[in-house]
């Protein structure tokens, strides 16, 4: 079956630093690849997603590239900010089906001044 | 804000009581969803309605009932509920287009906690 695993966190660092949370996917198809992030009592929004192979998704200063040939999707930023203290979750759709969408567990990242 | 609201925002139940969790949304989607976030699991999906017909059921007990009235409303209600339920309950919404994939947009959650 399909299925995403993350990086376990929590993940701490200070500001401006250099962001990396792995991701890494098993699924049949061709799945479409996102991020989602949940900031402090809120639900989650997406913040990028990519369809296919070699795409990259790119939103407030975060990237992650679509790699077919390690089936990863790592999701990057060059300078975090206090905030974007957050918990991060990779998902993937089912192939063929817009539904159901299947998430990692989740990474915390805090980000200190 | 993002177009979907959950209430109550928190709720504690004894195992012998019956209450229902709402949600709304008003983007004018027509398929919604409900998630169950436990600590350190992912995200379990739980039922989903596509123009108000449940396309999704996955294996969830009994004790869990859906109902959506019409495309902007949701319910889950809830009875003999056990302490492991307690979780953070997440509503989304979404277009309904087969094919395409289309991003959730998820409401804050109620967070369920079971005595």
């Known amino acids: 079956g399909n299925s995403v695993t993350q990086m376990e966190g929590p993940v701490t660092l200070s500001e401006e630093a250099f962001l990396t949370i792995n991701c890494t996917y098993t699924a049949t198809g061709y799945p479409s690849l996102f991020w989602y992030v949940q900031y402090p009592g809120e639900g989650l929004q997406l913040l990028l997603k990519a369809t296919k192979a070699d795409d990259k998704g790119s939103n407030k200063g975060f990237e992650a590239t679509y790699r077919k040939e390690t089936t990863s999707f790592h999701l990057e930023k060059g300078s975090v900010q206090v905030s974007d203290s957050a918990v991060y979750f990779c998902a993937l759709t089912r192939g063929g089906s817009n539904y159901k969408l299947t998430f990692g567990k989740g990474t915390l990242l805090t980000v200190n001044p | ?115």
Do not use: I
């Open chain 2, 1 to 115: 804000e993002t177009g979907v609201t959950q209430t109550p925002r928190h709720l504690v139940m004894g195992m012998t009581n019956k209450k229902s969790l709402k949600c709304e949304q008003h983007l004018g989607h027509n398929a919604m969803y409900w998630y169950k976030q436990s600590a350190k699991k992912p995200l379990e999906l739980m039922f989903v309605y596509s123009l108000e017909e449940r396309v999704e059921n996955n294996s969830v007990p009994s004790r869990f009932s859906p109902e959506c009235p019409n495309s902007s409303h949701l319910f889950l209600h809830l009875h003999t509920l056990q302490p492991e339920d307690s979780a953070l309950y997440l509503c989304a919404s979404s277009h309904a287009s087969t094919g395409r994939n289309e991003k959730l947009f998820f409401g804050s959650g109620t967070q369920l906690s079971v005595l």
